[in-house]
Structure formats: structure tokens, C-alpha cells
């Protein structure tokens, strides 16, 4: 028997392997395979006899599972989304499958024929004949002497031709990762993967007291551990001994002695540390109307909820799900961001108990294997997450929910590229099942297809207990400057409404839709930007916490938020050498310090993703804010999302229009969700809510519909705009990025697709470029682009396929080629 199986690499096709002599796999099953110099992991698709004549097939190593892990139903939508998005099945099956944890990869390095000759002859000159593989040449080494003789060390490491662990070689040798890298590439030694089937069970241990036995003379030190034991009722976890300052040694005596035991216990799981969860309210007349709808549909039925700022579609939710778990089904809740976990995890475990499983990705590879299992078993048939959750293995789904479903988080910014949106709605097709779209701000892609009766539409167009919606006032930041006659972050109105918030004692939300202390630091000389060295994007200042300059001093941070790098403020320009370099910009960090400036008596949080980097830190945060620790809260569009605080009751928006200004079709969309979704944070306790919005475009009609919380006046508009220009939801659209570390290949290769389309004239399809992208580098990779427009998928499609296989004859590498289709970022 023959294997077809899926693997986790940027090709377009399985690949054939051979079955047995063991276990025969079954399709859906895992297995580690070998490829090329690896062990790979894949999903097996089908199983045959019919033997590859170009080759021999290599046999299957190990069979992970003992049943299949992937339902068809799976299956079925991993080939939906590989069509789709014109994504490899095996990348698609990867994202399918949190199980990293179950795997143990460990990386060998070998020495190659050349560099068992090249130790055997000269070292000099090593470096020069490296690119082709051949051997040294005669021109000197680049590396330095240090360099050299740690090649020399590395070679001679591996001489006895016996594969040598990574950290092993890095340990002996003092060998970095690039400096092997060039090694590899210039074919001195080679690398090997393996895989190796592990337990991923998470397993805490436990000290426990043996009773009843004789006290021999005891050290204080353990007569410490013995009593802390007792008092707490003779047993307690060693981590936290070992936080209160309890050696393992002294504990092994005692082990040794028979006055304790150590027990191994599967670790416990916390959905949730927030211990606040807003009061449930008997369902309104709207509520249970939108409940009936969703509880009555029979099948396949999707629904677009249209609910304003605090209209309860949360309870909605969750009377919704309930009825699911009575008819012994499972129903599935999508978040867009894990900051949003904490508080829907915290109110369905208050719900549904124990039956509720959690996935995202700040979860451990093991935690998440084990929420994975659990969720299969069908021990948590209610699972709530970030946009993988959509492929949590369900076994008899019921309800799928997708909460603010306009929010671009769902779009995955990587291979396979998929909306979890438009997934779930095709997995609710494949499952027979009801799909909720739920958001206040509705894309227009879900708008339109609710008014062409794709989709059912639900309103609820009042907040509950019939509170009022937030009152908007604008601050024209023109006028603003003319009458302080100075450029200032806060407006008088803003500060003034604030600080009567705050002596009322409520709360107030401040949105500033960018990280860091300013967003660019420039030489006021010759107006250069401090740039990231691998990405063409200004480096972000972050200010140390003892600093008060407001001048760019040496040795402050600079951060590239693409790419990570990170480098400290010049003393000079690098261009002019000049030493006038200034901070340009606001972002969160001075937001947060002006705040504490101007309201020195103030509980000021700040909320973006560097106070934020954990699964813990948000519900730290969200914990202060709720109980009344905190009173000001300054942040990104991370606080705009669903937060349900009933003590706010003033939001001020910053600079939330220099989005329309970005080279985007959605920008004017984006900027009205933003300001409309920040706007429903007040007033969603018994307390009125104000919201106060500076901007520069007062009379931009996104602005205008979003103080009056009009939006359907904004989406006529809008939808007209984009009926005449054939954007979507009027047309389909793909961006084919191409990009190369080295800018005239990817020009080239930019090029030739470019000539291709010429050429071909796909029918129904209108092609932009090839251009630069409008960030031209990232992570040292040269960026261009195509943006693809057509009238129908099937166009858009087959262009997109013909261009690939076109790439392909052309010698261009699939990995070098990005297919977003649905494109949400054309940056």
C-alpha cells in the first residue's frame, strides 16, 4: 500500500510514500516522514496500490496516531481552503493541527565530502570558494582570524562523520547560528531534522506528607518543609516550595528518608484568572427575538447580527449556546484577539463550567494539545478562541458564532492566508450548522451579502435596559492650534471633560492608535529618518522610564515594530552628522506620561502590546480596570474591542484619522469601525457616556457618520464609492506579493509575471503593477506587488493558478511568491 501525504512545505501537491511493514495509516492520520535531509510531519489523504514509476517510495517512518485526528468534515475544509486560497494543502493541514507539543524536533549537523577536504588540506582563503560549494580559492577570507578558527573547530567537531546535536556543536565550539548558516551554504556541512513522538502531558508535582511516621532528628530547613506541609494540609505543589525558598535538596533528604513522597498530577487549567463578570439581565423584546431566529434555524443558516455598542449580543451568545448544549451539540465562539479571551472565557466558564475549552496563540504547545484533546473527546463541547479555534475538532457541531466579524484580526497574516470569518461560514455549511455573524460595525462584504438575502439580518438597534447611546463632540485640532497658537496631544475639551470624569469618580478610556513614546526620530539638519536596517519603515522611539527629554538623547531605544530590531539612539546623524535629532509623533507611552502630567492624582494604565505580551498580563490589566484600580485608561485599538467596563463613562479618541491618509481602499471603513467600536466603551453602566474626538478632517463623511452612530448613512455612501471603482463587495481581489532578499531578483521576477499578464489577458480580470510595495523591505526581503481585480472568483482564480504555473516554468520559487486572496493589508 502507498501513501499520499500532506506536508508542511511550500509545494503544491502531496507526495507518495510507502505503507508498512507496521501499521497501516488510515486518511487523516499523522505520520513522520523522511524529505530531503529531514523528518517531516504529515497528514495522510489517501491510501492506494498503485506503485511511482519515476521513483522509489521511501517508507513511512512512525504512525503518530492510533485513529484518525482529522474528521472528512476537517478534511473537506482544509481542500475548501488549499482550492481557495491557493495555499498548499500541507501548510493548510499544519494550521489545522496545534500539536507541535506531541513532536520532538532536534537539529544534526554533518561534515560534508568538501569539508573533510578542506580540513585535510589549507585553511587560507576558506571563504572564497564558498557560494558554489567548490573548493578554496586563492582571495583571502572575508571572516575575521576568530571567525576562521571556529570553522576550523566546527569541522573538526564533525570529523568522525557522526551527526552532532546543534546545541552540542554550539556548546563546544562557540559557533553562532549565522556562521553555521554560511557553512551550510557553502556546503562544508550539512543539517539534519528528526522527529520523535513525545508525551505532552502536563504533569505537576507534589510534595506530600507521609503520615504516621517516627520523626528522626530533623535540620530546621526541614522541619520548616514538614510544618509547612501540615498546615497545609499535607501536601503542596514544589514549585511553590521552591518560590518560598525551599532547596531540592532538602527535600530529597526528606524523600529519602520516607517523611515525604512525591506525586506527579496532571496540571490544572485556568480558562480565566478574572474573577469579575458583569451582571446577566433578563433578555429584552429584541434579544429574544434575535434568540429565536438563530435557536429555530434548521441546517445550514447564516445571520449577520447587527447589534449597536452594548445591545447584549454577548447574552445573546450565550443563551444561544446554551440551547445548542441541550440538544447534546457543540457550538464554537471566535474572538478576534486573545485580549478578548479573558473576558468571553470568564463568562462562559461562569456559564457552562468546566465544559469550556480555550484556544489561542499565547497558550503553551502543551496546553494547547491538551485543550485540543479535550475538545475531541468531547469533554468541552463549547470552545472559545482566537481565529484557529474555527478548526477545534468539534465532534457534533451545533452553532458557530463569530463575535465583531469585521475586525481584520481574523485574516491570518501568513500561509495559508485565510479570513477565519469566511472559513467559519463554509465549515458551518460543510457541519449542517447555524452561523452568527455578530458586530456593531458589520463589513461591508457581510453588509452586502445580508441585503442580497445570502444572509439573514438581525437588528437590535437599542443598548439594553434602554440605556443612550454615547453623546460624540469633535474637536477640530485646525482651530484647536489657532486659538493655543501650539501643538498640543491632548485638546483643552478632552482634558476639561476628563478631569470631571475623574472628580465624579468614573473612568475614562483614551484611544492613541500607536505604540511606543513618538513614531519617528529625524534629524532636524538634513530631515533624515532613522530607519530599521532590515525594513524600509521609520524605527519607533520607546523612551526609557527615567527620562524626561524631550530631545533624542544617545543611548535611548529605537524598536522597528516589523522586524524587532532594536538599536539605541546615535549621537549623531548617520547621514549629516549633525546632532539636532528629534522625536516627531505621539504614540501610547507619551500619551500615558502626559496623562500623568496633566492628572498627577490619576490611576493611569496603559494598554498596547508592550505593557501586553502575555495571556496573563490582559487579564491583570482588565482585573485593575474592572474593580476600580485603575480610573484613566490611555491605549491602541486594543482597548476599542469589546470591553465591557460599566464604570466608563468618558472615551477620547487621538489621532485615530491619519489612517485615511494610508494608500488603502478600506481606510475611510476602517477609521469609521475604529471611532464607533472606541465610542461604545462609555456608557454601558447606568451612567450616561460622552465621547470626545480630536481630528484633523471634521467634515470627512467617516468621521461625520460615526458621531452620529449612523451607519447606514455610511455604508450608502461608502458602497457607492465602491460600486464605481469595482472594489469589493462589488468585485473580488488578490495581491501577488513577490519578494527576494536580493532587490533586482525580485524586480525581475515582478517583471516577468507583469509581461505574463500582458500576454495572457486573463479574461474579466484587471491586473495593477508589478509595483513596489508600499513598504518596500521588510526582514531584509525586497517587496513587490500585483493587486488583481475581476469581476468573479472563478477569473480571479484561474489567473491567479496561471500565473503560478507560468512562475514555476520561469524558475521562480513558490516560497518567493505570496497569494493573498481576499487581501485585507496591500501594504
Known amino acids: 500500500m502507498y501513501c499520499e501525504v500532506a506536508l508542511p512545505v511550500p509545494l503544491d501537491r502531496t507526495f507518495t510514500y510507502l505503507a508498512g511493514p507496521g501499521a497501516i495509516p488510515l486518511r487523516g492520520m499523522r505520520v513522520i516522514v523522511p524529505f530531503r535531509n529531514e523528518k517531516l510531519i504529515g497528514v495522510v489523504l489517501e491510501l492506494h496500490s498503485k506503485a511511482p514509476t519515476e521513483f522509489e517510495a521511501k517508507p513511512i517512518e512512525t504512525v503518530l496516531d492510533a485513529v484518525p485526528l482529522l474528521s472528512e468534515q476537517l478534511l473537506e475544509l482544509a481542500q475548501w481552503m488549499g482550492q481557495y486560497y491557493l495555499a498548499p494543502i500541507g501548510e493548510v493541514l499544519r494550521g489545522m493541527l496545534p500539536l507541535t507539543a506531541e513532536v520532538q524536533r532536534t537539529v544534526y549537523y554533518r561534515i560534508t565530502d568538501i569539508g573533510r577536504d578542506l580540513l585535510a588540506g589549507s585553511f587560507d582563503g576558506a571563504d572564497a570558494g564558498g557560494a558554489s560549494g567548490g573548493a578554496p580559492g586563492k582571495r583571502k577570507s572575508k571572516l575575521s582570524t576568530e571567525e576562521q578558527d571556529i570553522e576550523r573547530k566546527v569541522l573538526t567537531r564533525l570529523a568522525d562523520g557522526d551527526p552532532v546535536k546543534l546545541s552540542t556543536l554550539r556548546t563546544a565550539t562557540a559557533a553562532t547560528l549565522p556562521l553555521l548558516t554560511a557553512m551550510l551554504r557553502k556546503k562544508w556541512i550539512m543539517r539534519e531534522n528528526t522527529a520523535v513522538e513525545r508525551d505532552a502531558r502536563r504533569l505537576e508535582r507534589f510534595a506530600v506528607l507521609v503520615p504516621e511516621t517516627r520523626l528522626p532528628a530533623l535540620t530546621a530547613k526541614q522541619q520548616a518543609i514538614l510544618a509547612e506541609l501540615a498546615a497545609s494540609g499535607g501536601e503542596l505543589p514544589l514549585a511553590f516550595l521552591h518560590d518560598q525558598g525551599s532547596s531540592a535538596s532538602t527535600l530529597q533528604t526528606l524523600v529519602r528518608r520516607g517523611l515525604v513522597r512525591i506525586d506527579e498530577r496532571p496540571a490544572g487549567f485556568s480558562l480565566s484568572s478574572?474573577?469579575?463578570v458583569n451582571p446577566t439581565h433578563a433578555l429584552n423584546e429584541p434579544q429574544m427575538e434575535a434568540l429565536a431566529s438563530i435557536s429555530t434555524a434548521q441546517g445550514f443558516q447564516p445571520f449577520l447580527l447587527h447589534g449597536v455598542t452594548g445591545s447584549g449580543k454577548t447574552a445573546v451568545y450565550l443563551a444561544a449556546m446554551q440551547r445548542v448544549l441541550d440538544r447534546g451539540q457543540g457550538a464554537i465562539l471566535l474572538v478576534p484577539e486573545i485580549g478578548l479571551t479573558p473576558a468571553a472565557a470568564a463568562q462562559l466558564d461562569a456559564t457552562f463550567g468546566n465544559r469550556v475549552a480555550l484556544l489561542h496563540s499565547a497558550l503553551t504547545p502543551a496546553e494547547r494539545s491538551e485543550q485540543w484533546h479535550r475538545i475531541r473527546r468531547g469533554d468541552a463541547p463549547i470552545v472559545v478562541g482566537t481565529r484557529s479555534a474555527i478548526f477545534a475538532p468539534v465532534p457534533n457541531l451545533g452553532?458557530?458564532?463569530?463575535?465583531?466579524?469585521?475586525?481584520?484580526?481574523?485574516?491570518?497574516?501568513?500561509?495559508?492566508?485565510?479570513?477565519?470569518?469566511?472559513?467559519?461560514?463554509?465549515?458551518?455549511?460543510?457541519?449542517?450548522?447555524?452561523?452568527?455573524?455578530?458586530?456593531?460595525?458589520?463589513?461591508?462584504?457581510?453588509?452586502?451579502?445580508?441585503?442580497?438575502?445570502?444572509?439573514?439580518?438581525?437588528?437590535?438597534?437599542?443598548?439594553?435596559?434602554?440605556?443612550?447611546?454615547?453623546?460624540?463632540?469633535?474637536?477640530?485640532?485646525?482651530?484647536?492650534?489657532?486659538?493655543?497658537?501650539?501643538?498640543?496631544?491632548?485638546?483643552?475639551?478632552?482634558?476639561?471633560?476628563?478631569?470631571?470624569?475623574?472628580?465624579?469618580?468614573?473612568?475614562?478610556?483614551?484611544?492613541?492608535?500607536?505604540?511606543?513614546?513618538?513614531?519617528?526620530?529625524?534629524?532636524?539638519?538634513?530631515?533624515?529618518?532613522?530607519?530599521?536596517?532590515?525594513?524600509?519603515?521609520?524605527?519607533?522611539?520607546h523612551k526609557p522610564l527615567d527620562s524626561e527629554e524631550a530631545i533624542a538623547s544617545a543611548g535611548q531605544r529605537l524598536e522597528c515594530h516589523y522586524c524587532g530590531f532594536r538599536r539605541t539612539v546615535p549621537k549623531k546623524c548617520p547621514k549629516c552628522e549633525s546632532e539636532h535629532l528629534y522625536y516627531l509623533g505621539a504614540g501610547s507611552q507619551q500619551g500615558e506620561e502626559r496623562l500623568q502630567e496633566i492628572f498627577p492624582s490619576a490611576r493611569i494604565g496603559r494598554m498596547d502590546r508592550d505593557t501586553v505580551r502575555g495571556r496573563y498580563d490582559m487579564e491583570r490589566l482588565l482585573a485593575r480596570l474592572h474593580s476600580g484600580e485603575i480610573n484613566l485608561l490611555v491605549g491602541t485599538q486594543m482597548i476599542a474591542k469589546g470591553h465591557d467596563v460599566h464604570g466608563v463613562t468618558l472615551v477620547g479618541v487621538v489621532g485615530c484619522d491619519h489612517a485615511l491618509s494610508m494608500p488603502d481602499f478600506r481606510a475611510a471603513e476602517r477609521v469609521f469601525q475604529l471611532m464607533t467600536q472606541v465610542s461604545g466603551r462609555a456608557g454601558r453602566g447606568v451612567l450616561p457616556g460622552r465621547v470626545v474626538v480630536q481630528t484633523y478632517h471634521p467634515d470627512h463623511y467617516a468621521i461625520l457618520a460615526a458621531s452620529t452612530h449612523d451607519y447606514a448613512g455610511f455604508v450608502a455612501r461608502e458602497l457607492k464609492y465602491r460600486r464605481w471603482m469595482h472594489y469589493p463587495p462589488f468585485g473580488v481581489l488578490a495581491n501577488l506579493l513577490i519578494q527576494s532578499k536580493r532587490m533586482e531578483e525580485a524586480a525581475g521576477w515582478a517583471s516577468a509575471l507583469g509581461k505574463w499578464f500582458e500576454k495572457a489577458k486573463p479574461e474579466g480580470v484587471r491586473v495593477l503593477g508589478p509595483c513596489t510595495a508600499p513598504i518596500a523591505r521588510i526582514k531584509q526581503t525586497y517587496r513587490f506587488h500585483l493587486i488583481l481585480k475581476a469581476s468573479s472568483r472563478k477569473a480571479l482564480n484561474a489567473a491567479l493558478r496561471g500565473s503560478l504555473a507560468h512562475a514555476e516554468e520561469a524558475g521562480i520559487p513558490r516560497r518567493n511568491l505570496i497569494v493573498d486572496v481576499d487581501a485585507l493589508r496591500l501594504m
Open 274 to 276: 478574572m474573577g469579575h
Open 399 to 541: 452553532l458557530i458564532l463569530v463575535d465583531e466579524e469585521h475586525d481584520q484580526s481574523y485574516k491570518q497574516e501568513e500561509t495559508p492566508r485565510y479570513n477565519a470569518r469566511d472559513v467559519a461560514v463554509m465549515r458551518a455549511k460543510l457541519a449542517g450548522a447555524p452561523i452568527v455573524l455578530g458586530s456593531a460595525t458589520p463589513s461591508l462584504e457581510s453588509w452586502q451579502n445580508s441585503e442580497s438575502g445570502k444572509y439573514k439580518r438581525i437588528t437590535m438597534a437599542e443598548r439594553v435596559l434602554n440605556r443612550p447611546l454615547p453623546g460624540v463632540e469633535l474637536v477640530d485640532m485646525r482651530q484647536e492650534f489657532q486659538q493655543t497658537g501650539q501643538e498640543q496631544l491632548f485638546s483643552r475639551l478632552l482634558i476639561s471633560e476628563t478631569q470631571a470624569a475623574l472628580d465624579r469618580g468614573e473612568q475614562a478610556m483614551i484611544l492613541l492608535n500607536r505604540r511606543g513614546y513618538s513614531f519617528v526620530a529625524m534629524c532636524r539638519s538634513c530631515g533624515e529618518k532613522l530607519e530599521c536596517q532590515n525594513c524600509a519603515i521609520s524605527l519607533t522611539h
